[in-house]
């Protein structure tokens, strides 16, 4: 499966604890954060949406509000006190939003944005709901790809490495040779997304454990988040602000 | 599988780079490097070797070296100039070796005891020879319990991930309640080992990919290191030697 002639390289990041070893420029990076910053910012586009400003600080929500802007944004699950609504994405489809500009403020989704913005990468966001429309594109661009895990607060997460894994699979299998890995963890997120994929939910609620998501308040959210290929949106970080590109 | 309600956790960190997130004092840190440190350090004590001195810097080898020592040590794969011999396990075999002290530096391994080293933290070495061994002596000190992988360069490995998964499943099996995990990658890890255990050898060649693993001259000690339970030693760090604390 793992075609070592393929041109172009496929690397899975775990942490942003890791990233600096994957610095490779130019490429590719598809950015995830299933629970669930990169979720609710393709149910956005999905609403039609205009663009979205990732915000890592909550100084910068504020400073944002003051101008005026829909911020929305938690912290722990939390919705700050700056935000009109958290980041659930239920929220961002709100009729009332079309059009809009949403400043996004998230524990882990926006932090690794900020962190993986460099001048000749290419910054994508992806989530189960637009898997196939992500990696599509993001094969189209002709260079190294980067699957990018927020991960939980630093820490390797599962459900970011599933979506990684399922990218991957689709990816080297739809390349025909075009991309091949290297990379362990890769191979892992491929093997354990295919020992998940027949109930991603079932290993899920294993895997996170059901206090933690309940802690996350996840539970009404978790079928919608492991939808497969729902969407066709493909956000792109273009300057400071997400637009998607298909529309 | 996974109790919940058991009194110590279990935890694995998958690279140095994540070390900083785990840091819970007082546990017991299993260390594990399969390609080769660890793996050698019980080759070395199957062999009655009296202890060993991990070294994490070039310096200190030939501080020891200078002082009489036997020295041992590789730089990615390459014998150090002031060693008299490599990693290999194979190495660690020679009946001129039994009742001495061996200085030992590598590449990932020994970087990785630097870390872990703490005040209240208990550190021992476990490969797939010693799995049981170190297990059941690590569940014997009823603490919580963390597998570090030493990961090769910072980053993730499948092999270190391996035993990880291997040993978790062992403890929480074994343990019957008095362990438990709301790790993710323990659990990744444990369910990574449940694919790959039937035949971990041709797991390993498609995850590390033979060209590593032949850059590494790895292809003649491929079988030994991942061979279980072959040995019964429990090296475990004593101030800045290791001992086998079951002879």
Same mark, same amino acid.
């Given at each position: 499966?793992?075609?070592e002639?393929?041109?172009?390289?496929?690397?899975?990041?775990?942490s942003?604890?890791s990233?600096?070893?994957?610095?490779?420029e130019?490429?590719?990076? $598809? +950015?995830?954060?299933?629970?669930?910053?990169? /979720?609710?910012? @393709? #149910?956005? &586009?999905? =609403?039609?949406v205009?663009?979205?400003?990732?915000?890592?600080?909550?100084?910068?929500?504020i400073?944002?509000?003051?101008?005026?802007? $829909? +911020?929305?944004?938690?912290?722990?699950?939390? /919705?700050?006190? @700056? #935000?009109? &609504?958290? =980041?659930?994405?239920?929220?961002?489809?709100?009729?009332?939003?079309?059009?809009?500009?949403?400043?996004?403020?998230?524990?882990?989704?926006?932090?690794?944005?900020?962190?993986?913005?460099?001048?000749?990468?290419?910054?994508?966001?992806?989530?189960?709901?637009?898997?196939?429309?992500?990696?599509?594109?993001?094969?189209?661009?002709?260079?190294?790809?980067?699957?990018?895990?927020?991960g939980?607060?630093?820490?390797?997460?599962?459900?970011?490495?599933?979506?990684?894994?399922?990218?991957?699979?689709?990816?080297?299998?739809?390349?025909?040779?075009?991309?091949?890995?290297?990379?362990?963890?890769?191979?892992?997120?491929?093997?354990?997304?295919?020992?998940?994929?027949?109930?991603?939910?079932?290993?899920?609620?294993?895997?996170?454990?059901r206090?933690?998501?309940?802690?996350?308040?996840?539970?009404?959210?978790?079928?919608?988040?492991?939808?497969?290929?729902?969407?066709?949106c493909?956000?792109?970080?273009?300057?400071?602000?997400?637009?998607d590109?298909?529309?």
């Amino acid at each position: 499966m793992y075609n070592e002639k393929g041109k172009y390289a496929l690397e899975v990041c775990f942490s942003p604890l890791s990233w600096p070893l994957y610095k490779k420029e130019p490429a590719v990076i $598809i +950015v995830t954060d299933i629970f669930r910053a990169t /979720t609710a910012m @393709c #149910a956005a &586009f999905q =609403n039609k949406v205009k663009s979205i400003i990732p915000v890592a600080e909550i100084s910068e929500s504020i400073v944002y509000k003051e101008k005026g802007y $829909i +911020v929305s944004g938690e912290r722990d699950g939390k /919705t700050l006190d @700056c #935000a009109e &609504f958290g =980041n659930s994405p239920f929220n961002f489809m709100q009729p009332r939003l079309q059009g809009q500009t949403v400043v996004m403020n998230t524990t882990n989704g926006t932090q690794a944005l900020k962190m993986v913005r460099g001048h000749n990468n290419i910054v994508c966001i992806g989530a189960f709901t637009n898997l196939q429309a992500v990696c599509n594109w993001a094969m189209e661009q002709k260079q190294h790809i980067i699957i990018f895990c927020a991960g939980w607060k630093n820490r390797f997460s599962m459900e970011d490495t599933l979506f990684a894994g399922a990218a991957t699979r689709y990816i080297i299998q739809k390349g025909e040779g075009t991309f091949h890995t290297t990379c362990d963890s890769a191979i892992a997120s491929a093997d354990l997304w295919h020992m998940a994929e027949n109930n991603p939910r079932l290993y899920i609620e294993k895997a996170a454990h059901r206090h933690r998501l309940k802690k996350m308040g996840l539970d009404d959210i978790l079928d919608y988040t492991l939808q497969l290929n729902t969407h066709t949106c493909v956000p792109v970080l273009k300057g400071g602000e997400i637009v998607d590109i298909s529309a």
